[in-house]
């Protein structure tokens, strides 16, 4: 079965930084693209972030591009968002999802709030 | 990287047949059949209904269907049902990279 479990959110004072991560089982971790999308509280899906099977290729919505980096470590089945200067309007659900998109996990809440 | 675009709500009666359209431009809908929607019930994640236009995934009932026109996707469900009720978004490949994806800003749907 697969699953991918979020951690890390929590609640942030704007400028400060969290790092999410996401523990994937039940597939070949390595074989898949996987990403981050977002949801803040009664609002829409935005895709966050991505990055390809090798790492190789990375990419970013403009509107955290400089400010989040994504990773992943194949070896710990992981997926990782390292979330940098981090503003109000940051504050909602992060997903990670395996690619394309038939797997998700539940979510971590990231509230930035002072 | 403009959200594409939807309808804010739809409604049907159980039995009934609805379309939720899904608009953008050649440089995603247009340009890819890469187009997917995903059924999300209230305190759920996302639910992968249909890919690449208009496949479905294992398990998903054959009363979703999806298509494509030009720049607009639409998502059909037959045979309503009131489990269907809930919030669906589309989602396609954009031109910036096989891994940039926009989100539409999603429907919400009432069986009536």
């Known amino acids: 079965e697969v699953q991918l479990v979020e951690s890390g959110g929590g609640l942030v004072q704007p400028g400060r930084s969290l790092r999410l991560s996401c523990a994937a089982s039940?597939?070949?971790?390595?074989?898949?693209?996987m990403h981050w999308v977002r949801q803040a509280p009664g609002k829409g899906l935005e895709w966050v972030s991505g990055?390809?099977?090798?790492?190789?290729?990375?990419g970013y919505a403009d509107s955290v591009k400089g400010r989040f980096t994504i990773s992943r470590d194949n070896a710990k089945n992981s997926l990782y968002l390292q979330m940098n200067s981090l503003r109000a309007e940051d504050t909602a659900l992060y997903y990670c999802?395996?690619?394309?998109?038939?797997?998700w996990g539940q979510g971590t809440l990231v509230t930035v709030s002072s | 990287q403009s959200a594409l675009t939807q309808p804010a709500s739809v409604s049907g009666s159980p039995g009934q047949s609805i379309t939720i359209s899904c608009t953008g431009t050649?440089?995603?809908?247009?340009?890819?059949?890469?187009v997917s929607w995903y059924q999300q019930h209230p305190g759920k994640a996302p639910k992968l209904m249909i890919y690449?236009?208009?496949n479905r995934p294992s398990g998903v009932p054959d009363r979703f269907s999806g298509s494509k026109s030009g720049n607009t996707a639409s998502l059909t469900i037959s045979g309503l049902q009131a489990e269907d009720e809930a919030d669906y978004y589309c989602?396609?490949?954009?031109?910036?990279?096989?891994?940039?994806?926009?989100f539409g800003g999603g429907t919400k749907l009432t069986v009536l």
């Open positions: 999802a395996k690619d394309p998109y038939d797997y």
């Open positions: 039940g597939f070949t971790f390595d074989d898949y693209a």
């Open positions: 990055i390809s099977w090798n790492s190789g290729s990375i």
């Open positions: 050649s440089s995603d809908v247009g340009g890819y059949n890469y």
């Open positions: 690449e236009v208009s």
């Open positions: 989602s396609s490949y954009t031109s910036s990279s096989t891994l940039h994806v926009v």
